[in-house]
């Protein structure tokens, strides 16, 4: 029985990607504005029934890229060794994640996650849709911070100011690389902007008062 559970599951994943990957491409060639859900079901050769079972508007089939990693902060300051502050856990996976050009850092070149980017940010609807996932980010990483022992208050407008700073971050950097950088040009620069924003969190803003 658990073993039909976990083929079961696996086809839906797999039909979830599918449907996603499909909408991404015609989004990327079409324009999202100009693409509709019969249009994707059909070409993802499913009902409209079943793609809405999985993305309940057409922003999702876009944005649950990122909803898959909202809560990632919170598990890096979760999963952080013992002893180590919860700004430099972050900071230091930040970094790897420039390391690796993760393209959620916005330091990817790949045009094809360039162009993706490019859609969310300069896309109304998808731009507004993501302050939500991006307000559940906070949320989580607000919990796990009161678990670390910070107050209420310290533990929510230091959850605020981290996500923020790492989509400004993401930000800059895709601006640098639409403008002809490359992600390896570019590495030393984004890695400066990083560690700057992370001494200003944990400093605060004295030396500007």
């Known amino acids: 029985m658990d073993q039909q559970m976990g083929l079961r599951e696996r086809k839906k994943e797999r039909t979830r990607e599918s449907v996603s990957a499909t909408a991404i491409r015609l989004f990327l060639d079409k324009g999202f504005d100009q693409v509709s859900i019969t249009e994707i079901a059909q070409a993802a050769e499913v009902s409209r029934r079943t793609l809405f079972a999985y993305f309940p508007s057409k922003e999702d089939l876009v944005l649950h890229r990122f909803a898959d990693h909202e809560g990632e902060a919170a598990r890096i300051v979760r999963a952080r060794p013992a002893g ?52 559940r980010g906070t949320d989580a990483l607000t ?14 407008l230091v959850a605020a100011q981290v996500i923020v700073v790492q989509r400004e971050l993401a930000v800059m950097n895709q601006e640098f690389l639409a403008d002809g950088a490359t992600a390896e040009e570019h590495h030393p620069k984004a890695v400066r902007a990083a560690e700057r ?9 004295r030396r500007h008062g």
């Open 84 to 135: 180590q502050p919860p700004l430099e856990a972050l900071r230091a996976a930040l970094l790897d994640a420039l390391a690796r050009r993760d393209p959620n850092t916005g330091l990817c070149d790949d045009p094809e996650v360039m162009a993706f980017l490019r859609m969310v940010f300069e896309t109304e609807s998808l731009a507004a849709r993501l302050t939500r996932y991006t307000a």
């Open 197 to 205: 924003a992370f001494d200003l969190l944990r400093d605060g803003l």
């Open 143 to 156: 919990e796990a911070l009161r678990e670390a022992g910070l107050d209420p208050l310290d533990a929510r």
